[in-house]
Each structure stands twice: as C-alpha cells, then as structure tokens.
C-alpha cells in the first residue's frame, strides 16, 4: 500500500497511482504527467488537483472532465484518490506541438 501524499501544489507525485494510472514524468507546466495505463499499455497524460483548490478552480476541473469536441483530446477516466484526496483526470495524449508554440 501507497504513503500517504500531502495534496500539495508542485509536489512531484511520479511514481504513484491513481485509479489504473501510474504517473511516469511531470511534462508542461503544473500538476500535469505523463502516465501509463498499464491494462491497456497506453501512454496518457494525467492532470491533477489539490484538494484545496478553491470553488472556481474545482468548477473548471470538472468542466474538463466532461468536456467534449472533436478536436479536443478524450477524457479516459477521472476520480478522486481516496488514500491522498487528490483529483485527476487521464486525457489522451496527443502528440505534435504544443499549443503555446504553435
């Protein structure tokens, strides 16, 4: 069984799980991972909130988990981690570059 993790903004959390998502390496800014869903053996990336995030912050997450559009990334999975009380969502991960260069 899994440490418990203090739910805070910028600790590196590579290593753990959460749901069927191993995170692997924080990419781009933030609380965001790459991760691996290993059942299916598939790369995602898993984005993370703290528990502390205050009324707007936990609105817009969940409007992310629930998003849809065709040229937005599927949202696989989200949850809230019982053991550390973070919540998360696995997205797919898209590749080729970055929004803030393109």
Known sequence: MMALVEPM?????CGHTLGEFVLCERI??????RAEQQF????VVVRVLHQRA???AMQRFM???????L???????CGVDQETGLF????ELVHGVPLDQW
Do not use: Q, S
């Not at 781009?28 to 991972?33: I, L, N, S, T």
């Open 28 to 33: 781009g800014e933030g609380d965001v991972y």
């Open 88 to 91: 998360w969502i696995a997205t």
């Open 63 to 69: 409007e992310d988990a629930t998003f849809k559009h």
């Open 9 to 13: 903004p910028g600790h590196d959390l």
């Open 54 to 56: 205050d009324d707007v």
């Open 40 to 43: 299916l053996k598939r790369d």
């Open 71 to 77: 040229y937005a990334a599927h949202v696989y999975a």
